[in-house]
């Protein structure tokens, strides 16, 4: 096994590693939690992860990041995993052939991928029931959740940024 291997090895286990990581501090009840709403850490890590390593690994840790998240939600499982993924291939792609790997960038597909993930779930779990006062667990509690992770996100897409950059997908690859 050559140099090169070893290294895509480590990088990915320290990838799941950090991923298994956030899904625990983000599953501990009570931890972090703000009037009781707790942000997702492991959907805006599958983003960053998309941004720096492309839309093949992004999808395939933002299935990983969205089934963990479905172990501790309420919904069918396999709703975060396919929300997370979908999200995480078109953020690799957009920034492979369009954007650029920045902050502002990063803050655009999280705030993306979290809304449509809470609108869906909102949807399926109280909108269509036509539940009295439904609207509110919306305001409440999708829409705190949502910002809460893109802000809890930000040292994550750094975090991902300096592992990128210590761990280059090809030597001659520039960042």
Not at 94 to 123: D, K, P, S, W
């Amino acid at each position: 096994m050559n140099n090169t291997a070893r290294r895509n090895i480590l990088k990915n286990m320290l990838i799941v590693f950090l991923l298994l990581l956030l899904y625990v501090l983000q599953s501990v009840p009570g931890l972090f939690a703000i009037n009781g709403v707790k942000p997702f850490l492991a959907i805006p890590a599958a983003v960053a992860i998309a941004m720096f390593e492309g839309e093949f690994a992004g999808g395939v840790y933002g299935a990983v990041a969205g089934l963990l998240c479905d172990m501790g939600g309420l919904l069918l499982f396999g709703f975060n995993g396919l929300i997370t993924a979908a999200c995480c291939i078109a953020a690799g792609l957009l920034v492979l052939h369009l954007m650029r790997r920045n902050i502002f960038t990063f803050l655009l597909f999280a705030v993306f991928t979290l809304m449509i993930r809470g609108a869906i779930e909102y949807f399926f779990a109280y909108g269509m029931w036509n539940y009295t006062d439904a609207s509110r667990i919306f305001l409440h509690v999708t829409l705190p959740a949502a910002l809460y992770s893109v802000i809890a996100g930000i040292p994550l897409f750094f975090l991902f940024r300096g592992l990128h950059r210590r761990f280059p997908v090809s030597e001659g690859e520039e960042n």
